[in-house]
C-alpha cells in the first residue's frame, strides 16, 4: 500500500484545490457575490462623496474670507437651539426609539 499512498495525497490536494477553485472565496461560482458587493460599496462611496462635496461647500461658507451670514445664522440656531422671535417654531416630538445623531445631521 506504500507506492499508493503519495498518489492519494496528490489526489486529493488535487480535488481539494480544485473544489476551492470553484467555491472558494475567489473562486469562479463566486463572481456574483462579488459584482454585488462592489454595486454595494460603489453606492457607498457615491454618497460618501456627495456628503462630503456638501461638507466642503458649507466649509467654505464658514471661512472668514467667505462667510455666509445665513449659514452662520443657521448652524448657530440649530446648535444652540434658538429662534429668531419673528419664526414660526413647531415643534415636533421625535420617537424614543431614533437616534439623536440622526436627528442633528438631518
Not at 458587493?37 to 467667505?66: G, H, I, M, P
Not at 455666509?68 to 426609539?97: I, K, N, T, W
Request: charged residues 30%.
Amino acid at each position: 500500500m506504500k507506492p499508493y499512498l503519495p498518489s492519494a495525497f496528490l489526489f486529493f490536494l488535487i480535488v481539494y484545490l480544485g473544489v476551492q477553485a470553484l467555491t472558494g472565496q475567489r473562486g469562479l461560482l463566486s463572481g456574483g457575490e462579488r459584482d454585488a458587493l462592489l454595486a454595494k460599496r460603489e453606492a457607498q462611496l457615491a454618497r460618501l462623496t456627495e456628503q462630503r462635496r456638501d461638507l466642503e461647500v458649507r466649509v467654505r461658507y464658514l471661512r472668514t474670507e467667505s462667510l455666509s451670514r445665513d449659514l452662520l445664522e443657521e448652524r448657530a440656531r440649530a446648535v444652540l437651539g434658538f429662534a429668531d422671535p419673528r419664526d414660526y417654531v413647531v415643534r415636533l416630538s421625535a420617537p424614543a426609539s431614533r437616534n439623536p445623531d440622526a436627528i442633528r445631521a438631518s
